[in-house]
């Protein structure tokens, strides 16, 4: 799955992951690292075995097979699936893997049901839907998913739902609107005999609303560097964070770009000057996305190096006519940092997101598909 054909290394500093994890251990004894997704393309198993001795109990994963995935990695945790059973198949892991997963409708709960028949007791978490509208138990349905579990051998110990716009600090309303929701339907699970662990957290609701940190937090992007509140009013609350990883790629070829000549395919970035560009050995077949061209910046001996042309499928050339003329002389072999680097104008996730017309998550998922190193 990794992609091999290239030069791009990505390395992951778990120095700053655990600090990102110890800031929020500060706010909640009870911290969930969400690790789904590769651990937002920081590695499964590798973030977890950092994790674990820091004090994390509770891992959450994505689909169930990423959640057996990560029991078969050695991990004794307890590993939550927060996208339930899709099919038969998913469910078997459940119990083969000792896996909570996350039900989230009546149907599947049935399933699942029967299947513990067999198999059971099983333990399981109840996903409800406070507002996000995607997966969940409504509150007219809870009744009808206690009624299945009454009879049934499965023993209900989680209760979550997930903020739709925790980020949004003028959605502050909608925010407390769900985490009502979301207590009514937990006290109406523990009137029935169940009293469980409620989650509803996720980095940026845990960070601002005291009232939604509960029994437990997920923090999923803070957890990799990511500030939730970049660029809103709220932006100091995730100053603290710092970015796990870093991606680098060598320069392959140094030369002139004269005035007005054109580089790259289509040329659509031709030179005002006399100038000096670096090829450099990565492109859109390594999830560098061809929405980067004319757009982004590297960073090249500390310093930025703006993108030139368009982005190809393992090239990308950037301007380092002033890294010449101050003496930061660029050769084949120096490696480019795509993100992250050295110094103060080292490449931050919200800018490369920025650039690259999407959000800090999506950049680490896709970059971190390629080969990876720990530090
Ligand atoms: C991804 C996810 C999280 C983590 O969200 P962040 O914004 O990254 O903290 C928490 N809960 C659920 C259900 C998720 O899917």
């Known amino acids: 799955m990794t992609i091999d054909y290239n030069k791009l290394s990505v390395r992951i500093h778990l120095d700053n992951l655990r600090h990102n994890f110890r800031l929020y251990k500060k706010l909640h004894d009870n911290v969930i690292p969400v690790i789904k997704s590769d651990a937002y393309g920081h590695g499964l198993a590798e973030v977890c075995r950092a994790l674990e001795p820091e004090g994390a109990t509770t891992f959450a994963a994505g689909f169930v097979p990423e959640a057996a995935k990560l029991r078969e990695t050695g991990c004794t945790a307890r590993i939550l699936a927060l996208l339930g059973p899709v099919d038969d198949g998913d469910i078997e892991l459940l119990f083969k893997h000792d896996v909570l997963a996350a039900i989230s409708h009546l149907d599947q709960l049935k399933r699942v049901a029967a299947a513990a028949e067999q198999n059971g007791p099983l333990d399981i978490g109840l996903k409800f839907d406070t507002g996000m509208r995607r997966l969940g138990f409504r509150p007219d349905e809870l009744d009808a998913a206690i009624d299945v579990i009454r009879g049934s051998r499965l023993n209900p110990v989680m209760a979550t739902s997930h903020l739709a716009s925790a980020d949004v600090p003028e959605h502050r309303a909608n925010v407390e609107g769900q985490i009502a929701a979301f207590q009514a339907m937990v006290d109406r699970l523990a009137d029935a005999g169940y009293p469980v662990e409620a989650n509803i957290a996720n980095s940026a609701g845990a960070l601002v609303f005291e009232r939604c940190r509960m029994d437990s937090l997920r923090q999923g992007i803070t957890l990799y560097g990511g500030n939730p509140f970049d660029g809103t009013e709220l932006e100091s609350l995730g100053r603290e964070f710092l970015p796990a990883m870093e991606v680098t790629a060598p320069v392959m070829q140094v030369h002139d770009l004269k005035k007005g000549e054109s580089i790259s395919y289509g040329w659509t970035y031709t030179a005002e000057h006399d100038s000096t560009v670096a090829i450099i050995?990565?492109?859109?077949?390594?999830?560098?996305?061809?929405?980067?061209?004319?757009?982004?910046?590297?960073?090249?001996?500390?310093?930025?190096?703006?993108?030139?042309?368009?982005?190809?499928?393992?090239?990308?050339?950037?301007?380092?006519?002033g890294h010449m003329s101050e003496g930061l002389a660029v050769a084949p072999g120096d490696r480019a940092f795509l993100l992250g680097g050295p110094g103060p104008d080292a490449i931050t996730p919200k800018e490369l997101a920025g650039w690259w017309g999407t959000i800090d998550y999506e950049v680490f998922c896709l970059l971190g598909m390629n080969r990876r190193v720990y530090t």
């Open 281 to 321: 050995g990565v492109g859109y077949a390594d999830n560098y996305s061809r929405k980067l061209s004319n757009a982004g910046e590297m960073l090249i001996h500390g310093k930025r190096a703006p993108i030139r042309g368009r982005i190809c499928m393992q090239m990308t050339a950037v301007d380092v006519t």
